[in-house]
């Protein structure tokens, strides 16, 4: 069966400092990986989503980043890290016609 | 484009009560719509979804949501609410169940009284 994990789970980190949260997919093989973003009392945000390896399209512009080294891996990066960026970041895949499935999640708290 | 909106923000019920989650979409086509549940500090899990035909849909966990078009509504219903079903839930639109343009409303939160 396929699995989505995210990590790390819970990530406190100063402004101005940088950011990489990692998610990962098994058990299927060229799904469209997408990173979505919960700010407090917001509903989910798309902020990049990927149909292959090394292909990114950005939702929202912003110091984020994303890349996708590898098939089943997608990265949300940034360089410097803003107050604005705490919430919620959820990982999110589907195959074909299947719905999107989403990884348990990254709390990001930014001081 | 699409839009989604849930009107309320919490929601308290007591265990064992009717729930009734509203959800206001705006599309100009037939859209597909989906409920997702969210437990604290877990993702998002996929409750039920809409894409044509009958438009009283059954999902997981006793739930259920009915398309009204003339409405442009799709609200969730439970018959009687478990303590185990406080968490926030999500209303989502998009133009096809595999398209990139998904939309999530802000979210409603429940709480379950003993």
């Known amino acids: 069966s396929q699995t989505i994990h995210q990590w790390p789970a819970t990530l406190v980190q100063p402004v101005g400092s940088p950011l990489s949260l990692e998610c990962t997919v098994e058990?299927?093989?060229?799904?469209?990986l997408y990173w979505y973003r919960q700010a407090a009392g917001r509903g989910l945000q798309l902020l990049f989503y990927?149909?292959?390896?090394?292909?990114i399209s950005s939702e929202v512009p912003q110091n984020l980043s994303a890349s996708r080294p590898q098939d089943r891996q997608f990265i949300l990066s940034s360089k410097k890290l803003l107050l604005s960026d705490s919430g919620f970041y959820l990982c999110?895949?589907?195959?074909?016609?299947?719905?999107?499935?989403f990884g348990p999640g990254t709390r990001l708290l930014v001081l | 484009a699409q839009s989604v909106t849930q009107p309320d923000i919490h929601i308290t019920v007591s265990e064992g009560a009717s729930l009734e989650l509203r959800c206001n979409y705006s599309?100009?086509?037939?859209?597909?719509l989906f409920w997702y549940v969210q437990s604290p500090g877990q993702g998002l899990q996929l409750l039920l979804k809409?894409?044509?035909?009958?438009?009283l849909v059954q999902g997981i966990k006793g739930f259920e949501a009915e398309f009204k078009r003339s409405q442009s509504s799709f609200n969730l219903r439970k018959p009687s609410v478990h303590w185990s079903d406080a968490a926030e839930y999500f209303c989502?639109?998009?133009?096809?169940?595999?398209?990139?343009?998904?939309?999530f409303g802000p979210g409603t939160r429940l709480s379950v009284l003993p």
């Open positions: 999110a895949w589907r195959t074909g016609r299947e719905t999107q499935y």
């Open positions: 058990g299927t093989s060229n799904p469209n």
């Open positions: 990927s149909v292959g390896i090394g292909q």
């Open positions: 599309y100009g086509a037939t859209p597909y």
């Open positions: 809409y894409f044509s035909g009958d438009t």
């Open positions: 989502a639109v998009g133009e096809d169940n595999y398209g990139q343009n998904f939309v």
